[in-house]
């Protein structure tokens, strides 16, 4: 069954011991509203721990400048729907053994990205918010880290949050190695002197 926000939400006022749930986002109560402000953070926190294969995306950046400063060759626009950026893709891809350094930077507009790779691609981690997509692990992630957000104004028990926050450390351990059980890597390429031996 798909996630939903309310869902979610109710996951992590369960999770501090609360026992007051919510049943709509426009309800008035104090559940609902120390939610909602805690909610989209805890999504995009939880998306920024490691590359969740459900929010994997490969862009090409648009081009900002060229030679903006002494240190870089390039100048490239953040793209608008990530949350972090991981790779610059080169011909090699994964297998690439010295992936091209980057770095974050801003311009008077917005976030940039500056690297000395000409028509830079990345991968990125995408800002997914539809809950129909969240994998379950994802899902109890940010209903522990949104408890540990909520619990100091809800919980009973204040050294509930710290346990909700030691439980989505905990979850994003281990969701970290299943996703990447989700995935084959390429095979490893030969170097030239096995091939020249061969």
């Given amino acids: 069954m798909p996630f939903t926000d309310i869902k979610i939400m109710n996951m992590a006022l369960g999770n501090v011991g609360h026992t007051q749930f919510i049943s709509a986002l426009t309800e008035l109560s104090a559940e609902r509203l120390v939610c909602t402000e805690y909610y989209d953070p805890a999504i995009q926190f939880v998306l920024e721990q490691f590359a969740w294969g459900f929010a994997r995306k490969y862009v090409a950046l648009g081009l900002v400048e060229e030679e903006p400063n002494n240190d870089w060759a390039f100048a490239y626009r953040y793209p608008s729907d990530c949350v972090k950026v991981r790779r610059i893709v080169t011909a090699l891809g994964r297998r690439e053994p010295n992936p091209p350094p980057f770095i974050i930077g801003q311009d008077d507009t917005g976030r940039l990205v500056y690297t000395d790779t000409e028509e830079a691609i990345v991968e990125i981690t995408k800002l997914v918010t539809n809950t ?11 209903s522990w880290w949104l408890g540990g957000k909520i619990g100091p104004g809800l919980a009973k028990d204040r050294k509930q949050a710290d346990r909700c926050f030691a439980m989505a450390n905990r979850i994003l351990v281990s969701a970290e190695a299943s996703d990447r059980n989700e995935a084959q890597d390429p095979p490893e390429l030969e170097s030239e002197f096995t091939r020249a031996r061969d």
């Fill in 132 to 142: 129909a997509l969240f994998p379950a692990m994802f899902a109890e992630a940010v």
